[in-house]
């Protein structure tokens, strides 16, 4: 007697992550638009520089009309020694562009209807930040003399930007309104909303270590970080919110909801109606 052999498993087919991948593709290029958006906006301050820094002075003045602390007294405590000056600046650098996409793509693994939600929402301030930046050039604190401030990345390091007036790949003078600002609050807002637990509080400290870091290398104003605060808040006003699928309360994830039907065999679910109705007479 002949045994039949085992069927292989079949295999997957071709076309099974074609979708996937093409999405995340589209995805990824529109990402990548957002960011050669934000640096072409580079071309728009050609010319006016004088203008940047006019407006530069204008702020500084107005902060201090309103009372806002000076950007030189966060700077002061970086300046004391080599490390502090140095961390904040390697923030500004290499923290900004890294945790945005980290969290776009988490989002767009774990909770695809909260990713949409933010890449909208980033999307939209920033084409807002870029219709700013055109119509308000603004030279920072660290290229306005009238405020004393060191550009800490050239004289310290790691520098982001060249010599003003070489550098073709960034907009130095688009300081209004601040999207390391505005993608931080962006990104923080959208990991508390898409986590739970207490600790889900805590991703509120990049924005605020944020501020803090743009502040004090002086590249942004207050003003820059509050104008970026009150356009994500606009845009989300405006944008619908996340609906995430609905869950019976208690189940884990992937579990199918409840039917509302009593588990178990029917045998034990009659006899605990016929306990029920003992009872029920008794009392």
């Known amino acids: 007697m002949e045994t039949a052999e085992a069927a292989p498993a079949p295999l997957a087919a071709p076309g099974r992550w074609r979708g996937p991948l093409r999405r995340a593709t589209r995805e990824l290029a529109l990402v990548a638009v957002l960011f050669l958006a934000y640096k072409l906006a580079r071309v728009a301050v050609v010319g006016r520089v004088a203008t940047a820094v006019e407006n530069g002075e204008l702020v500084w003045r107005l902060e201090r009309l309103l009372r806002l602390p000076s950007e030189a007294a966060v700077q002061l405590p970086l300046l004391a020694g080599d490390l502090p000056v140095r961390l904040a600046n390697s923030y500004y650098a290499y923290v900004h562009f890294p945790a945005t996409a980290a969290c776009l793509v988490w989002l767009y693994v774990r909770r695809p209807v909260y990713y949409r939600w933010t890449r909208r929402a980033l999307a939209g301030l920033t084409a807002a930040a870029l219709a700013l930046h055109l119509l308000v050039p603004l030279a920072p604190p660290r290229l306005t003399q009238l405020t004393g401030m ?54 509120l400290a990049h924005p605020i270590a944020t501020v803090l870091v743009v502040v004090g290398t002086g590249n942004h104003y207050w003003l820059d970080g509050v104008v970026a605060a009150v356009l994500l808040a606009l845009v989300l006003f405006l944008l619908p919110g996340p609906v995430p699928a609905r869950r019976s309360s208690g189940a884990p994830r992937g579990a199918p909801a409840a039917s509302g039907r009593a588990a178990g065999p029917p045998r034990c679910r009659a006899a605990s109606r016929r306990g029920a109705r003992r009872r029920a007479r008794v009392r």
Not at 174 to 185: E, K, N, Q, T
Not at 186 to 203: D, E, F, I, M, S
């Open 150 to 203: 060191v550009d800490t990345g050239s004289r310290y390091g790691p520098a982001v930007y060249g010599a003003p007036g070489a550098d073709e790949l960034s907009n130095q003078y688009a300081a209004m309104p601040s999207l390391h600002v505005g993608w931080a609050i962006a990104v923080a807002v959208a990991l508390v909303a898409a986590t739970a637990g207490r600790l889900r509080w805590l991703w």
